[in-house]
C-alpha cells in the first residue's frame, strides 16, 4: 500500500514558475514508476510526465522543455519543476505510483495550480 501526499500547488503569474512535491508512504517506494498528472474543469485527466525507477523519463508534447520531473528515491518524494507557465496549465495536479508486477496503481488527493495574473 502507498499513499501519496501532494504540496507545493498555488496561484502563480503567466510566465512563472512552480514546483509541486509528492510525498509517497510505504515500502519499495523505488521500484515504482512515479508520475503526474492533471485534469483541468471539464477535460478529461491526462499524462503531464513521468519518471522510471531507474530515472527515465517521458513528458507530454505540451510540456516538453518547459517541466521537469525528478525523483529522490532516499526521500520517498518526485518533483514537478515547472516553468513557463501559462493559462492553459491551470488544473488540479494528482502523482500517481505505478506498479507493473503486481499490478497496482496509486493516486493522491491532487494539489490545485492556477496560473493567472
Known amino acids: 500500500q502507498v499513499q501519496l501526499v501532494e504540496s507545493g500547488g498555488g496561484l502563480v503569474q503567466p510566465g512563472g514558475s512552480l514546483i509541486i512535491s509528492c510525498a509517497a508512504s510505504?515500502?519499495?517506494?523505488?521500484?515504482?514508476?512515479m508520475g503526474w498528472y492533471r485534469q483541468a474543469p471539464g477535460k478529461q485527466r491526462e499524462l503531464v510526465a513521468r519518471i522510471g525507477s531507474g530515472g527515465s523519463t517521458n513528458y507530454a508534447d505540451f510540456v516538453k522543455g518547459r517541466f521537469t520531473i525528478s525523483r529522490d528515491n532516499a526521500k520517498n518524494a518526485v518533483y514537478l519543476q515547472m516553468n513557463s507557465l501559462q493559462p492553459e496549465d491551470t488544473a488540479i495536479y494528482y502523482c500517481n505510483a505505478l506498479q507493473l508486477l503486481p499490478a497496482n496503481e496509486y493516486w493522491g488527493q491532487g494539489t490545485q495550480v492556477t496560473v493567472s495574473s
Open positions: 510505504g515500502r519499495r517506494f523505488s521500484m515504482y514508476i
